[in-house]
């Protein structure tokens, strides 16, 4: 089974395979949207696009986005970087979600 990757999660299988500053953003990607998710839960509904895929090139075209990570938070407000704080605003004002 270690030998076929399975004793590792999903997310981290052939993760090795990548520089280690791109192992650290996808840590630091996972974090935050760890974090997103057990904050509000079912008020909000996280979607992540591989900007790799045609479908993720096609929302990057969308939204022009040019630099990444770029949240976008109820099909407008588009916010670029790591910037927390910031993004937690955008999701609560634009989705009425409570903060805790």
Known sequence: MAHANLDQAPHERGLDEYPPEWQEEFQ???DVVLELSTRYRDSILI???DPRSLQGLMKSIRYWVRHYPT??????????GWNVEQLEQHIVTAGGVPHS
Do not use: H
């Not at 949240?71 to 670029?80: A, C, L, Y």
């Open 71 to 80: 949240f976008i938070v109820e099909g407008q407000e588009k916010v670029t």
């Open 47 to 49: 979607r992540i696009w």
């Open 28 to 30: 630091r990607l996972s």
